[in-house]
């Protein structure tokens, strides 16, 4: 929902989506099986092997481990988010 924040200290599953004004964060992976409208950090102490998964991607930022992506990416396709070579990569989710 708009203005609801997670914050938890593992992985995190969200059935449906986050909107805009929404904040998820976790100290292990994210994945959402839904739109990602809102702001969603995973590895949020450091965990550069934590990953970002979404059915589509929309969304107002995404961190892991402290390194943000790109401002305008989005993905109307199922996504997966890692880090590689201290940057965030982007590519398609098979789920």
Not at 1 to 6: D, F, P
Not at 21 to 28: H, K, P, Q, V, Y
Not at 32 to 52: F, S
Not at 67 to 87: D, F, L
Request: hydrophobic share 40%.
């Amino acid at each position: 929902r708009s203005g609801m924040k997670v914050n938890y200290p593992g992985s995190v599953v969200v059935l449906g989506d986050v909107n805009p004004g929404a904040e998820i964060m976790a100290d292990g992976n994210v994945i959402i099986w839904g739109c990602v409208r809102g702001q969603v950090t995973a590895g949020a102490k450091g965990d550069k092997q934590a990953v970002i998964c979404a059915l589509e991607l929309k969304p107002i930022q995404v961190q892991i481990a402290g390194m943000a992506g790109k401002k305008g990416v989005q993905y109307s396709k199922p996504v997966k988010i890692n880090c590689q070579n201290s940057e965030l990569v982007f590519t398609n989710w098979k789920h």
